[in-house]
């Protein structure tokens, strides 16, 4: 995946697979509720997900690959988007989009992003969710670096971070180091 080879297809497809498995961690100690069923031997109360409680939030637009894999675990989730760029002088999010479910303090919210660099981004999604009040929330990214790490714990210590991988560092174009690039640009096939 990190090749510089490796397709848009191939880079999408293993995005969504990485997706899938760390949607399993995230959901790990979620709440579940038990519903009864019919086995072909004999009746049972099985564990279930109240699925109708998470809420999928990607943040735009390399966020979407992380959130086809997480719909692959969790078909019946809501989602909901933010839109952020960062500013190239200045490396500060700049908000352009926010749409989430409505009566967010009964769900779980899993915000979305692929790389949590600068933090930037993640830090300010994560201030805006909380303004919604969401029961929980928790992010979710393909790759990391320390101190993309230390400035969203500095920002929000109470939510955790899953992460497939920390990397070394951050460059000085603010990039992680050894990375992929620019997931978005891998993802969809731009410049």
Same mark, same amino acid.
């Given at each position: ?12 497809? /293993?995005? %969504?697979?990485?997706?899938? !498995?760390? &949607?399993? *961690?995230?959901?790990?100690?979620? =709440? ?51 839109? /952020?760029? %960062?500013?190239?002088?200045? !490396?500060? &999010?700049? *908000?352009?989009?926010?749409?989430? =479910? ?90």
């Amino acid at each position: 995946m990190r090749s510089k080879e490796t397709s848009t297809s191939t880079f999408r497809n /293993l995005l %969504r697979e990485i997706s899938m !498995l760390l &949607a399993y *961690e995230v959901c790990r100690d979620m =709440p579940t509720t038990l519903r009864e069923i019919e086995t072909p031997i004999a009746p049972m109360a099985t564990p279930v997900l109240d699925g109708k409680k998470i809420v999928l939030i990607s943040i735009l637009r390399a966020g979407s690959g992380i959130l086809d894999g997480m719909l692959q675990i969790l078909p019946s989730a809501r989602v909901g988007h933010i839109g /952020l760029y %960062r500013d190239h002088q200045t !490396l500060q &999010a700049v *908000e352009y989009f926010f749409k989430v =479910p409505d009566n967010m303090g009964d769900r779980d919210a899993i915000l979305m992003d692929p790389m949590l660099a600068t933090g930037n981004s993640a830090v300010a999604a994560v201030t805006r969710l909380k303004a919604t009040q969401p029961r929980s929330i928790k992010f979710v990214c393909l790759l990391a670096c320390p101190e993309g790490l230390a400035a969203f714990h500095a920002a929000h210590p109470d939510v955790p971070v899953f992460t497939a991988a920390v990397d070394e560092r951050l460059n000085e174009k603010s990039y992680i180091v050894p990375g992929l690039g620019d997931a978005g640009d891998r993802l969809f096939g731009t410049k």
